[in-house]
């Protein structure tokens, strides 16, 4: 293809008369070849038909070919569009940052994260609401994302990035009070950290490891609670790579962030929520009840939030080890929740709950990156009640 049939002498010299930065140039590069018919060469990339590196070479000509700017220029208005469509534009910086757990995104200038468990605004800002709405259509588009008017609240994981996975949670304009999407983003690395890890960022004492990997050999299993974002999923990935390779697991999450590093009898399944008119719908409910016809001796449920509860309960006292996580502000206040959730959707009694999560013998609550408290669960006949025997309160061992 010669690059003069992407476009017309008279454009090119409109824009050789223009003085643009290098930042509205890249703007303008963007804009051609994400808009009209330019988008099928674009297309033919990300189907394998065309190699990047000459799709590149094509983007680079067009370049030195309308706009008068040097080399150097040319290098940076590529880089600049490259990282609209294959990465994730001005916020690339925060994604490679391995201190940064999450970037959300309010409005173009109104981008916060959290870094090292703190909380500040970026500084950086999209150049205005119309350039953050098209990196929000372009974040859609090569994750294959259906946001609109019948599906204004999405949640979606990218796999792409090299070091990390992307978990996205994204609420519309037509729900949002500032009339701008909102965009979350959590990043779990894609090489876990180890107990050892753990134990050397003070997560947890040796000690207190040594009590968890023990109790996994033996074969039980535990709940794992604390607020959004206290290194519960964290302490779960490093947990999976202590299971006895004996066992076959059975995962299942909203999105991916529960994996293996090791080659071993392992299954790992998402859910699907019909949104809109969409009408398949996968429950975590339906996966944990299909676990346990698949010859899993562990199920592992990333998180516990309503009515998966019931069929997570039904798992564990069958006699299945069972992992989970859960929000919750302790350790007693997990099994208040999850026999709360249980109540909600089914007849059974406080009772009867409370004696089947006997079953879930382990409680670990996580608080800012720390283990606070881990106890084991016993009934009590004559109480009728769960009894809770601590191992580590406020961080320390109980005598």
């Not at 569009?81 to 391995?98: K, M």
């Not at 204004?152 to 519309?172: E, V």
Request: hydrophobic share 35%.
């Amino acid at each position: 293809m010669k690059i003069s049939d992407f476009f017309s002498s008279e454009e090119r010299l409109s824009e050789m008369k223009s003085f643009l930065s290098d930042e509205e140039i890249t703007d303008k590069v963007i804009e051609y070849f994400t808009t009209g018919n330019n988008v099928a060469r674009l297309n033919m990339v990300e189907r394998g038909e065309l190699s990047e590196a000459k799709f590149g070479t094509e983007v680079k000509e067009y370049i030195r070919s309308v706009y008068p700017v040097d080399e150097d220029a040319v290098e940076k208005v590529y880089q600049g569009f490259r990282s609209f469509v294959w990465g994730y534009y001005i916020i690339d910086a925060l994604i490679e940052d391995p201190d940064i757990s999450d970037i959300k995104i309010y409005a173009a200038d109104r981008i916060y994260i959290k870094k090292l468990g703190v909380r500040y605004k970026a500084d950086l800002a999209f150049r205005d609401n119309a350039d953050y709405e098209r990196f929000v259509d372009r974040c859609c588009i090569r994750n294959h994302i259906n946001l609109s008017y019948n599906n204004s609240t999405q949640k979606w994981t990218d796999l792409s990035n090299d070091r990390y996975i992307l978990r996205f949670s994204a609420i519309t304009k037509l729900l949002a009070s500032n009339k701008v999407t909102t965009i979350h983003i959590r990043k779990h690395p894609k090489h876990k950290k180890t107990m050892d890890v753990l134990v050397k960022e003070g997560m947890l004492t040796q000690e207190m490891a040594d009590t968890i990997k023990r109790k996994q050999e033996a074969g039980e299993g535990f709940l794992i609670c604390g607020k959004n974002g206290c290194g519960k999923t964290t302490l779960l990935n490093a947990q999976i790579e202590n299971l006895p390779r004996k066992l076959s697991v059975f995962c299942v999450q909203e999105s991916t962030e529960l994996f293996t590093e090791s080659e071993r009898d392992w299954g790992a399944y998402s859910i699907i929520e019909g949104h809109g008119e969409e009408k398949i719908n996968y429950s975590l409910g339906d996966m944990v009840t299909m676990a346990q016809t698949m010859d899993a001796d562990v199920i592992m449920l990333g998180e516990i939030k309503g009515a998966e509860a019931r069929q997570f309960l039904a798992a564990a006292h069958t006699g299945a080890i069972c992992y989970a996580s859960t929000h919750a502000e302790s350790v007693e206040d997990a099994y208040i929740r999850l026999c709360d959730y249980v109540r909600r959707v089914s007849d059974m009694t406080n009772e009867e709950i409370l004696y089947m999560l006997k079953s879930l013998k382990n409680a670990i609550f996580i608080k800012q990156y720390r283990l606070c408290e881990m106890a084991e669960c016993h009934w009590n006949p004559k109480k009728k009640c769960l009894d809770l025997t601590y191992l580590y309160k406020d961080g320390k061992a109980v005598e």
